[in-house]
């Protein structure tokens, strides 16, 4: 948008924005402005989904704002009078995609339509630039009244705003899309965004475990730990990492494959152990050759035991058709009953055009509650003048 069409010049904008400040714990005197600024994304959470269920502690934020050898990452806020009402962050590879950049701005209600998320948002992509970074992309939530919103999501309405490849659409006059497209922004991909109610009905699972063990065949075993990788597959379950960042669909996000080496589990792990996370994670074995051939792993966090995300899961491409997916998944979340009964919503996103992955989810009961518009923008070079 343009600042000046919007009245407010960056020059006599009543806000002031700065480099977010990492305390080096929330007692330390300057860690207010750091508790605001998570507070203001618990806010804008809450008020998006109507529940708590995406709330985080700011211990758990502190943890995770720390950059690593392998991503660098830097906030910015927003302050009128000492209050923080905006907070823009972002997120840059430095082993791979060393030419990418992830973006993300909130601003508070009060302060939005005022120009501030332009502003924000301008600050991240000269922070990139400086960086050398060319190609940014950035995540947009939009939860869906599925009965009352048939133009949501992947409704596929024709006059639906469409990305550039896959099924499904959002709302043209949806307002963070409206913004992305503002700022030079290409919607490439929907994902769905679903939930699924735990525990599981007891009749459920150990059917559904034994029909895919048996269409799994007997050259396949499940191996499951929690939180840290066994020392003896933990290269082989990097390589399982590897395959998740270039084997999903991602229509044309421009992606390459991750480096995953043992030492990269281990600062993941690390991260998540920092941030007070724990994790179950289950393979799959191929007997004869002892090779890992996929994996799922489900995070959830005991100050919130009743919320658990689903993150990654990956079957090999050699050993699809097996219903090795499925086997995973059930063994993973009765798992999950037995070490964290107080489960109780499982949240998932998975790419609108990967059916196969939706076909396991729907048949476990996973329903559609939003959809997730995955953005690019490809930086061109500065005129200089
Ligand atoms: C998206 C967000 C950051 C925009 O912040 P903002 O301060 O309102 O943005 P701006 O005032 O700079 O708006 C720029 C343009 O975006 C579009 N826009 C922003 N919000 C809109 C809305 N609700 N409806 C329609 N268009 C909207 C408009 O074109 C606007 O220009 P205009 O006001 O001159 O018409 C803010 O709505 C927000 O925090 N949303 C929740 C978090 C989120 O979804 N972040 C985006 C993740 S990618």
Same mark, same amino acid.
């Given at each position: 948008?343009? *600042?000046?069409? $919007? ?40 008020? =998006? ?18 950059? $690593?050898?392998?991503?660098?990452? @830097? ?26 950049? /992830? ?8 302060? @939005?339509?005022? #120009?501030?998320?332009? +502003?924000? /948002? ?5 922070? *990139? ?10 995540? $947009? ?11 949501? #999501? ?20 949806? &307002? ?8 030079? /922004?290409? *919607?490439?991909?929907?994902? =769905? ?10 009749? %459920?699972?150990?059917?559904m475990m034994e029909a895919t063990q048996s269409a799994a065949g007997r050259d396949y075993d499940v %191996?499951?730990?929690?939180? $840290? ?11 399982l990492?590897?395959r998740m960042?270039v084997d999903v669909p ?25 941030? &007070?996370? =724990?994790?179950?994670?289950a393979v799959v074995r191929d007997v004869t050759t002892?090779q890992l051939v996929g994996n799922t ?9 009743? %919320?658990?995300?689903?993150?990654n899961t990956l079957v090999l491409h050699p050993h699809r058709g097996h219903r090795l997916g499925m086997l995973l998944k059930v063994a993973?979340?009765?798992?999950? +009953?037995?070490?964290?009964? @107080? ?7 998975n790419a609108?055009e990967n059916s196969h992955m939706l076909g396991i989810n729907i048949e476990l &009961? ?6 997730? #518009? ?8 500065? +005129?200089?003048?």
């Amino acid at each position: 948008m343009n *600042l000046e069409s $919007s009245g407010v010049s960056p020059d006599r904008a009543p806000w002031a924005i700065e480099p977010l400040h990492l305390p080096e714990s929330l007692d330390s005197p300057d860690a207010a402005d750091f508790i605001a600024a998570n507070d203001l994304s618990n806010l804008t959470e809450g008020l =998006r989904w109507g529940n708590n269920d995406h709330w985080v502690s700011a211990e758990n934020a502190l943890a995770g704002a720390q950059s $690593s050898r392998y991503t660098a990452r @830097q906030g910015f806020i927003a302050t009128v009078d000492d209050r923080v009402v905006g907070r823009a962050v972002v997120e840059a590879p430095l082993t791979d995609n060393t030419g990418c950049g /992830y973006v993300h701005v909130i601003v508070h209600p009060e302060y @939005q339509r005022r #120009g501030l998320g332009s +502003q924000l /948002y301008a600050v991240l992509e000269d922070h *990139l630039r400086g960086k050398d970074r060319r190609i940014v992309m950035a995540w $947009s939530d939009h939860p869906a009244d599925l009965d009352a919103d048939a133009d949501a #999501g992947d409704a596929d309405a024709a006059d639906g705003l469409r990305p550039a490849s896959g099924p499904g659409s959002l709302r043209q006059d949806d &307002g963070v899309a409206r913004y992305c497209l503002g700022l030079g /922004y290409r *919607l490439e991909q929907i994902e =769905r965004f679903s939930l699924l109610q735990l525990p599981l009905d007891r009749e %459920v699972p150990a059917p559904m475990m034994e029909a895919t063990q048996s269409a799994a065949g007997r050259d396949y075993d499940v %191996v499951s730990w929690q939180d $840290s990788c066994p020392d003896d597959v933990v290269d082989q379950y990097g390589h399982l990492c590897q395959r998740m960042s270039v084997d999903v669909p991602m229509g044309e996000m421009e992606s390459e494959a991750e480096e995953w080496s043992a030492a990269r589990v281990r600062t993941a792990e690390a991260r998540l152990r920092g941030q &007070g996370g =724990r994790s179950l994670v289950a393979v799959v074995r191929d007997v004869t050759t002892g090779q890992l051939v996929g994996n799922t792993v489900l995070e959830y966090f005991p100050d919130r035991p009743e %919320v658990v995300y689903q993150e990654n899961t990956l079957v090999l491409h050699p050993h699809r058709g097996h219903r090795l997916g499925m086997l995973l998944k059930v063994a993973n979340l009765l798992r999950l +009953q037995e070490l964290c009964p @107080q489960a109780r919503r499982l949240y998932t996103w998975n790419a609108a055009e990967n059916s196969h992955m939706l076909g396991i989810n729907i048949e476990l &009961g996973f329903v559609a509650r939003g959809y997730v #518009g995955a953005w690019q923008k490809k930086l061109s070079a500065r +005129q200089s003048s």
